[in-house]
Structure formats: structure tokens, C-alpha cells
């Protein structure tokens, strides 16, 4: 179906199928929601609602991109039988996750060291980043002799990994504290 379609139905009074926004969607292909309303005809209002139903029904998935200058939603379809929960999401990242090391082991060692502090910051919810260290540290210190430089390179990470928000980085708050959010 053609946007001079969707439009037509629309003026008719009829409602959108959801199934028109998914068809603009290869699994795994992410798109604006200007894009779809420009693919399927109509206004990114109605579409950014028709998104936001398909999230609910588990039929996409949303991410929010941001950068300094500004804050764009993607939408896309999920592979079939994808487990989307938050952990298996994080699994997956974890396990592609670019960490610097001389050998396999080595960056091995370094991802399980952000996979520990993403498990302590799942158990605990939130978490200083002083109580991130001294917990997941001692025990995960990935060939690292320093704290800091251990830290500057699990928190980067972290911070990429769904469920988690890191501390605000507003320069007038002290506030260091890490969430952790099911979604």
C-alpha cells in the first residue's frame, strides 16, 4: 500500500495499520520517524504513535541516539526470537565490545570486567561509582595494577549498556550516582 493510499484512508476516516509502518522495516534496520511517516504518508505525530503501540505490543524497539547538539529516536523490528530482555541485550553488546588488551585473553578478561560491574549495578539498582569500584575491583581487576585507569575503561562501557544510566555529567552536581532500570 502507497502513501496516496494511507492518506486516503486516513481522510476516509478508517484507521492505519501498524502493519504499514512494520513493512518499512528490514529486521534489525533502524528508521527516523520522519522517515516512516514520509514512507507510509502520514504525519510524524501519527506515526510516532503508531511506533510507540508497535514498541508496546513488542513488535519494534526504540533508541534514543543523543549527542551534544541533540537527541534522535530510531525505531526497528527485532529479530525473530531475539531475547529482549535487558541482560541477554547487554549480553550481546558485552560480547562485542571493542576493549583494549595485548591478546584475546586479555580483552576477554577486561569485557568480563564490565560484565561484573554490570551485574553488581543489576543486583544493586544504583550505585556510586566509589562503591562500583571498591566492590567489582579487587575481584575483576582485568590486568589492571590502578583503579582509575580500570575505572575509565569499565565506566565508558557501562554506560552503553541497556538498562543503565551513569551519572549525570552536569558539571554543578556531585552526584555520582549509576542506575540501573529493567526497561
Same mark, same amino acid.
Given at each position: ?13 478508517? #484507521? ?26 502520514? +504525519? ?22 543523543? #549527542? ?6 530510531? =525505531? ?7 531475547? #529482549? *530482555?535487558?541482560?541477554? $541485550?547487554?549480553? $550481546? ?9 595485548? *591478546?584475546?585473553?586479555?580483552?576477554? =578478561?577486561? $569485557? ?21 569500584v571498591s566492590s567489582v ?12 585507569? =580500570? ?13 543503565? *544510566? ?11 550516582? =549509576?542506575?540501573? +532500570?529493567?526497561?
Amino acid at each position: 500500500m502507497g502513501a496516496n493510499e494511507t492518506r486516503s484512508m486516513l481522510q476516509e476516516g478508517e #484507521s492505519v495499520p501498524a502493519v504499514l509502518v512494520l513493512e518499512q522495516l528490514a529486521v534489525g534496520e533502524p528508521g527516523t520517524t520522519a522517515e516512516l511517516a514520509d514512507a507510509v504518508g502520514l +504525519d510524524e505525530a501519527t506515526t510516532r504513535s503508531l511506533c510507540a503501540d508497535l514498541v508496546e505490543r513488542g513488535d519494534l524497539r526504540r533508541k534514543e541516539l543523543r #549527542s551534544q547538539e541533540a537527541t534522535m529516536t530510531v =525505531w526497528y523490528r527485532p529479530a525473530e526470537g531475539a531475547d #529482549s *530482555s535487558p541482560e541477554a $541485550r547487554a549480553e $550481546r553488546v558485552i560480547a562485542s565490545l571493542s576493549v583494549p588488551g595485548a *591478546s584475546e585473553m586479555m580483552r576477554d =578478561w577486561r $569485557r568480563d570486567a564490565v560484565r561484573a560491574a554490570y551485574e553488581f549495578l543489576r543486583e544493586e539498582g544504583e550505585a556510586t561509582t566509589e562503591n562500583l569500584v571498591s566492590s567489582v575491583y579487587p575481584a575483576h581487576s582485568a590486568g589492571y595494577n590502578d583503579e582509575e585507569p =580500570w575505572w575509565a575503561m569499565v565506566a565508558e562501557r557501562l554506560a552503553c549498556l541497556p538498562g543503565v *544510566s551513569p551519572p549525570a555529567t552536569d558539571e554543578d552536581t556531585e552526584d555520582e550516582t =549509576w542506575t540501573f +532500570d529493567a526497561q
